[in-house]
């Protein structure tokens, strides 16, 4: 029963340490989502500085890209330039939700930068990002034609995110 004892903080170290091994062998990038293969959740935004809003129902029957960027998020400027080439090359609607941010910021990060989106949703106060399950911006979903959310990717694009993953995934999804 004393050997018992001593085994005891043993086998509980043994466990924990597994436990931390498995984890930490996990790929932290890969964040999954419940939102895969489901529908797009509703919403109606307003848009900013007096330009038309963002809603669905204006998407449906169409494969689109939907990015969430604020103008006090660091990565989004970085992303930035690949999503104005994104929006010319892809041939397909990207849409933005300006995530709890000032739409007069939003305006004028766009007015520095370029604006790669056909329209534009002002989500100020996060809730359709909680929706979607936004862990932070920037996202980018991939919406197919029949509304169901295909792809949603975590942090800022790089080029080689949208050549292996998210560009033949659009055209697989255009086609079908």
């Not at 809003?53 to 989004?76: E, H, K």
Request: glycine fraction near 8%.
């Amino acid at each position: 029963m004393r050997r018992l004892i001593y085994l005891l903080p043993i086998a509980a170290f043994v466990a924990l340490a597994s436990y931390f091994v498995i984890s930490l062998s996990r790929d932290p990038s890969v964040l999954p989502s419940a939102m895969i293969d489901q529908p797009t959740p509703a919403f109606t935004l307003a848009g900013i500085e007096g330009q038309p809003g963002l809603a669905r129902d204006g998407f449906q029957g169409q494969v689109v890209l939907i990015n969430f960027f604020a103008s006090w998020c660091i990565p989004c400027r970085t992303e930035h330039p690949l999503l104005m080439r994104l929006a010319a090359e892809l041939k397909t609607p990207l849409y933005g939700i300006d995530y709890k941010d000032q739409p007069e910021d939003a305006a004028r990060f766009l007015s520095e930068l370029g604006n790669p989106y056909g329209l534009i949703g002002a989500d100020r106060d996060g809730r359709v990002g909680i929706d979607f399950g936004v862990y932070g911006v920037p996202e980018t979903y991939v919406i197919d034609k029949a509304g169901r959310i295909r792809l949603r990717h975590v942090g800022p694009l790089t080029p080689v995110d949208v050549s292996q993953e998210l560009a033949p995934l659009v055209k697989a999804l255009q086609k079908s």
